[in-house]
């Protein structure tokens, strides 16, 4: 019999994960606020259910994706009038929380979770929504050896390299250092570019020279920020698409947040963050919904 999930938050990355669990034979309820994006999980092949509560009723799994940390809680943790969905989730299925949020979200999610008697992995991504439509998707999963095999019968369906990272709040730890230092290799990139062009560089040229000397980094192999460098990326497309400055200061505050609470020092995020926060704000037009790579107009004369 096909193992059932229920699938909270069906935006730019739930709904395109959602239908790749439709295509792997997972029957799905899914719930959203927004109507839109219920409308077009059902044109996917998913149950358009209601309530959260009701999508979760006899399910193996509950997968989520939502925005941030608060909303995490309150869907699963709720308050004393308002009970979340712990009180409702069977205690057989397993929770997979994909959404990225603190560590110390995911972790009191998951006590709570364990204090009802529901087993709970958080499963940051990293990949944007082309990848989520894929199935492309890496997952970093925090969770007890035993339920990070549990999930992985589920995110095998939406992901290509799935990795346990340590026990709860360990994915969304490590999803941050990661994108902290993709912020700090892009912007890193974009400041030596704009160093030679400035200087009389063809920018082809000199990325031609450092892919194959010690700059070479992921940022200048897969994305190169300089506009016409590169075919098929978001510089090239206005930088359109990709992965929006947005949500790279979120992920830099979550960083900012992380190193607070262990006392870590990380001057290279705070600048990465400072600069992508100028960049956001330099001109009258906000910056945020355009790709990250876009950090290159902040350094451009
Ligand atoms: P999104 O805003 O497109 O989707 C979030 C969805 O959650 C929306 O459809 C919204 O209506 C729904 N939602 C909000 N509150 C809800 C509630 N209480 N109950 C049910 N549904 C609710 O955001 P997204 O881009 O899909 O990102 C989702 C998560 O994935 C975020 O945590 C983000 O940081 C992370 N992420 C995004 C990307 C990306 O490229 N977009 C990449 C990696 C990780």
Redesign the pocket.
């Known amino acids: 019999m096909a193992k059932k999930v229920a699938f ?8 395109g994960m959602a239908a790749n669990l439709v295509k792997a034979g997972f029957e799905v309820n899914a ?4 109507p839109a ?1 219920q409308e077009q999980a059902k044109k996917e092949g998913c149950q358009i259910v209601e309530t ?1 509560a009701e999508a979760v009723v006899g399910v193996d799994y509950v997968v ?5 940390g608060g ?2 809680e ?2 699963y943790i709720g308050t004393e009038s308002n009970p979340g969905l712990l009180s409702t989730i069977p205690t057989t299925a397993l929770i997979l929380d ?4 603190a560590p110390d979200n995911a972790r009191r999610v998951g006590t709570a979770a364990e204090a009802a008697g529901v087993r709970f992995v958080d499963a ?6 082309a ?2 439509a894929a199935g492309t ?1 890496a997952f970093m999963v925090g969770g007890t050896e035993e339920n990070f095999e549990s999930a992985k019968v589920v995110l095998d369906a939406m992901g290509a390299n799935i990795f346990r990272a340590g026990d709860v709040g360990a994915g969304q730890v490590a ?1 941050i250092c990661n994108n902290m230092l993709l912020a700090i290799h892009m912007t890193g990139t974009a400041e030596a570019l704009q160093l030679g062009i400035d200087n009389g560089l063809d920018p082809k040229a000199l990325s031609d020279i450092m892919l194959k000397s010690s700059g070479c980094n992921w940022s200048l192999e897969k994305y190169n920020p300089v506009p016409g460098v590169m075919e098929g990326v978001p510089s090239s497309n206005d930088y359109q698409g ?3 400055v947005d ?1 790279m200061l ?2 830099l505050g979550l960083a900012m947040e992380a190193s607070l609470s262990s006392r870590s020092s990380i001057p290279m995020g705070a600048a990465a963050r400072n600069l992508y926060n100028l960049h956001k704000n330099a001109t009258a037009e906000d910056k945020g919904a355009k790709d990250f790579s876009s950090i290159q107009q902040f350094y451009a004369k």
């Not at 994909?98 to 949020?101: D, P, V």
């Not at 940051?124 to 929504?129: D, E, I, N, T, W």
């Open positions: 909270i938050g069906l935006g730019n990355m739930g709904g719930f959203d606020l927004s994006a959260a989520s994706m939502l925005p941030n909303i995490v309150s869907v994909c959404s990225t949020i940051p991504v990293s990949g944007g929504v990848a989520a998707l999803k990709g992965f929006m949500l979120k992920d």
